[in-house]
């Protein structure tokens, strides 16, 4: 996913994270928190939903910026433990630009497609290519990173990277506890990502955190 330049806009429309191949779009930032396999150097690609039809097809919902990429990957580490691979995949029907109907190789019948149900696709972190651009991460790396002010304040961490239509958010829990806030994923908002530092500086609203404040104005 990037990070946006401005604290209204967001610097690319696709959400990328991780360019695929051949392409300069990665996994999207729908809300979800990381998989297990993620802090053992695997990156979440998908995940399957509920069978569609009675020829094995299933639903699947992509975590690419173009959705459709996720077939470029080759086979995919599924979080049972077997690698799966996909023939191809097409929009489903209902209009979500990340929910896709997949054809799974080997899979065949519609108690095969039921049996994948919210089973997690992978990739190892070693496969992906670099990162084309600075304000380029993985929602991975960013969840659980430490929030602080300029001045060294603690803020909060980052326990989710959700996007509602209008941009990338931080959603932060308060380091003292409480109720999680969203903070736009812009560059005005949030100047400094330090990921090897392990350390995100952030120039919230004094009042992020109280009850009942209204949304960011990057959140529809």
Same mark, same amino acid.
């Given at each position: 996913m990037k990070r946006g330049r401005s604290g209204s806009a967001p610097l690319s429309p696709s959400r990328a994270r991780v360019p695929p191949k051949g392409a300069g779009e990665g996994p999207s930032s729908s809300r979800r928190a990381p998989s297990p396999a993620e802090g053992k150097g695997f990156v979440l690609l998908g995940?399957?939903?509920?069978?569609?039809? #009675?020829?094995?097809?299933? !639903?699947?919902? =992509?975590?690419?910026?173009?959705? @459709? /990429?996720?077939?470029?990957?080759?086979? &995919? #580490?599924?979080?049972?433990? !077997?690698?799966? =691979?996909?023939?191809?995949?097409? @929009? /489903?029907?209902?209009?979500?630009?990340? &929910? #896709?109907?997949?054809?799974?190789?080997?899979?065949?019948?519609?108690?095969?497609?039921? /049996?994948?149900?919210?089973?997690?696709?992978?990739?190892?972190?070693?496969?992906?290519?670099?990162a084309e651009d600075e304000d380029e991460f993985l929602l991975a790396d960013l969840i659980g990173l430490p929030v602080e002010r300029p001045d060294g304040t603690a803020v909060g961490t980052i326990v989710a990277v959700p996007n509602y239509g209008g941009g990338d958010l931080l959603d932060i829990a308060p380091a003292g506890g409480g109720p999680t806030a969203l903070l736009p994923f812009t560059k005005a908002f949030v100047p400094v990502v330090d990921i090897a530092g392990r350390r995100v500086v952030a120039n919230p609203p004094d009042d992020l955190f109280d009850p009942g404040r209204p949304e960011p104005e990057d959140a529809p």
């Open positions: 995940e399957f939903g509920r069978a569609h039809g #009675l020829r094995g097809e299933v !639903r699947l919902k =992509s975590y690419t910026a173009d959705p @459709a /990429a996720i077939v470029s990957y080759g086979p &995919l #580490l599924a979080s049972t433990g !077997r690698e799966l =691979s996909l023939k191809s995949v097409r @929009a /489903a029907p209902g209009g979500a630009p990340d &929910l #896709l109907i997949a054809v799974v190789e080997g899979i065949a019948s519609r108690e095969a497609a039921e /049996a994948l149900s919210r089973v997690q696709l992978h990739i190892a972190r070693e496969k992906l290519p670099p």
